[in-house]
Every structure is written in structure tokens, then in C-alpha cells.
């Protein structure tokens, strides 16, 4: 089946440095790829679309110049949080859907602490 | 834009009870409807799913029942297991790859041995 990979699996930086997530459809193209947050014990929010070749679409509350989305392929979009601070601890899941199917498939997730 | 309730955020059964989550959701044009089980740190992982132009679908111990008019769909868990215990999300969307999936809250499922 169809396969999204995300790295890296976890990581630890200091307050004020950028951390870059990436998101890959391994066996397929995807012109959209969604990225979520996911708080302890919360539900995984939507906080933008990735949209292959233009601008990413940010839900309302999220900082576009916070969190960069870059969608340069077919196969890649990426997340970078730009000037960490520890409230930006949280679980970020990205995911994809095949063309012409409906099932979502997730990456494994990126748990990212900021000290 | 969609919101799905779910509920109860909480579920304790025994094992080999019957466990059922419940979900509505707001935006009529929504007809993709799938469950997910996610355990702690990992990757939502899907369970069963549903489109709207079915009322119930079934596979071994899992079901899903969707009632349209009244926009509510639930997830039913037969013969519950220990290894059944997880955090269940029910979500919604439109049948296209452009639409993200909007998540309930959650159910933490603890099945006691």
C-alpha cells in the first residue's frame, strides 16, 4: 500500500532555533499533503495544506511565518518551525492521499521538544 | 468548516463486551467517514471507514453505522480484547485528496482483562 515517510521521528532543540520536518509520499504523487499538531492527550489539528507549487493554506491561529511550508515536488513538503519556544512541544503528523482514493496515510510523526 | 463531536472521551469495558463510539459532525457535503485507533506516540492507524452512500459496513469485530439525516456515524467493537485498548478517532471530510480530514476528540478505549 501507499506509504508516507516523515523525519525525523523526534527531536530536541534550544528556544529560538528552526527545526525542519520532512514529509514524503514514497509510492505515490501528492499534489496536497496536510500537516497536523497533536497535543498530549488531544486530537490531531489541522494546521495547514500543502499544496504542491504554490502557497500553503493556513488554518486560522496558525503563524504562517512561524511554520513554513514548502511543497517543491511532488514528493516532498516540509514544515520548519522558525524560532522554537517550548509551547511549541507538541506531536506534528503530516499526511497524504493517493489520487483517486479517499484513505488518508499518515507519517510516522515528529515529536519535537524545544528546551 | 466541518466540526465533529465525539463521544465518550472515555470508555472502560471488560473483556469480550461491546464497545460503542459515537460521532457527529456539521457539514452536510462531508461523505467520507473513517475511524482511526492510534497508540500512545504512534501514527493514527485506520481502522474501517464509510462514504456516505452506504449505512453500515462491517469487518470482523469492527462496524461502522452511519445515519446521514441525522449526520451521526458510530463505531462498534464486538468481543473486545485487551489489545482493543487505544485512542479512537472518528473524522470527516469530502471524497477528495484536496479536503483534509477534521477529527473528533478522541476515545481512550481500556478494555480490562
Known amino acids: 500500500g501507499a506509504v508516507v515517510s516523515q523525519h525525523p521521528s523526534r527531536v530536541i532543540c534550544k528556544s529560538g532555533t528552526s527545526v525542519k520536518i520532512e514529509c514524503r509520499s514514497l509510492d505515490f504523487q501528492a499534489t496536497t499533503m496536510f500537516w497536523y499538531r497533536q497535543f498530549p492527550k488531544q486530537s490531531l489539528m489541522l494546521m495547514a495544506t500543502s499544496n504542491e507549487g504554490s502557497k500553503a493554506t493556513y488554518e486560522q491561529g496558525v503563524e504562517k511565518d512561524k511554520f513554513l511550508i514548502n511543497h517543491a515536488s511532488l514528493t516532498l513538503s516540509t514544515l520548519t518551525v522558525t524560532s522554537a519556544h517550548p509551547e511549541d512541544s507538541s506531536f506534528y503528523i503530516c499526511?497524504?492521499?493517493?489520487?483517486?482514493?479517499?484513505?488518508?496515510?499518515f507519517g510516522q510523526g515528529t515529536r519535537l521538544t524545544v528546551v | 468548516g466541518e466540526n465533529v463531536e465525539q463521544h465518550p472521551s472515555t470508555l472502560s469495558v471488560q473483556e469480550g463486551d461491546s464497545a460503542v463510539i459515537k460521532c457527529t459532525y456539521s457539514?452536510?457535503?462531508?461523505?467520507?467517514f473513517p475511524w482511526y485507533k492510534q497508540e500512545l506516540g504512534k501514527r493514527p492507524q485506520l481502522i474501517i471507514d464509510i462514504r456516505s452512500n452506504v449505512g453500515e459496513k462491517k469487518d470482523q469485530r469492527i462496524a461502522v453505522t452511519l445515519n446521514k439525516t441525522a449526520k451521526h456515524f458510530s463505531l462498534h467493537i464486538t468481543e473486545t480484547q485487551p489489545e482493543d485498548s487505544a485512542v479512537y478517532f472518528c473524522?470527516?471530510?469530502?471524497?477528495?485528496?484536496?479536503?483534509?480530514?477534521?477529527f473528533g476528540s478522541g476515545t481512550r478505549l481500556q478494555v480490562q482483562p
Open positions: 473524522a470527516a471530510s469530502m471524497d477528495t485528496g484536496r479536503r483534509a480530514l477534521t
Open positions: 457539514d452536510s457535503a462531508s461523505n467520507y
Open positions: 499526511s497524504a492521499r493517493r489520487p483517486g482514493s479517499t484513505e488518508a496515510f
